[in-house]
């Protein structure tokens, strides 16, 4: 009798992903209800609550929340036909503050922010897939298209800095027009990774950044190994 995985944290993450994902293509009300969050803080997402509310703690504070409700919306959002004025998202203020609405969250003690000498074996895999398949690899997949379809590399390469500069309350905000933008280049996100990177965010900002940063132009500027 073959035994259950073990739940990890970051299990739990891809299993997540994988109920948004379901229900965003099997069920169109779920769907716009899902997609009502773009943007938006959790107090104002009502209609979220009915398929999000079992996937958090009553015990998280809205800052811990926030992630899940914003990776939810975007694979709702995914959904939906590229339009062209994802072609070229505004990027808006730069904004290096704290968020004010957010609380400081306990997400770095189960998440991607704290990568630990003495973390499982199993979990090397995973911590690979957050070095390899993170926004700024994503983002650099796009520069790399060929011909017309790659995106500009000085645009990219200023949206990921301001972007990693940005407060939590402005990086949930900023991200649906970068997503757009490269699904507008068929350039796939890996949700899960991203939502343990949102996740870690208000404690491990720098670490998380940095590896956005040095992914990215780790897949520009792949060594000879890796060419």
């Known amino acids: 009798m073959r035994s259950r995985p073990r739940e990890t944290w970051w299990w739990r993450l891809d299993l997540f992903v994988r109920d948004m994902d379901a229900l965003a293509r099997s069920d169109t009300g779920a769907r716009a209800a899902l997609r009502s969050g773009v943007r938006q803080p959790v107090t104002k997402c009502a209609r979220m609550h009915r398929y999000l509310a079992r996937h958090v703690s009553e015990t998280w504070p809205y800052a811990r929340q926030q992630p899940y409700y914003t990776v939810a919306a975007l694979i709702a959002d995914s959904s939906r036909q590229p339009t062209a004025a994802d072609e070229d998202p505004v990027a808006g203020d730069e904004d290096t503050g704290p968020d004010s609405e957010s609380e400081a969250a306990d997400a ?20 690979d897939r957050c070095r390899e398949a993170n926004l700024g690899a994503a983002l650099a997949r796009g520069v790399r298209l060929p011909g017309k379809q790659a995106l500009n590399q000085d645009t990219t390469e200023k949206r990921l800095h301001l972007l990693t500069r940005s ?23 890996d949700w899960a990774v991203l939502l343990g ?15 956005w940063l040095q992914t990215f132009y780790r897949t520009l500027h792949p060594s000879a190994d890796e060419a």
């Open 197 to 211: 990177d949102l996740a870690a965010w208000e404690r491990s900002r720098d670490e998380v950044a940095t590896r």
């Open 108 to 127: 770095a003690s189960t998440g991607p922010g704290r990568e630990s000498a003495a973390a499982p074996e199993g979990d090397q895999v995973w911590w």
């Open 167 to 189: 407060s939590s309350h402005t990086l949930h905000t900023r991200l649906p027009e970068l997503t757009r933008y490269l699904r507008s280049r068929e350039i796939a996100v």
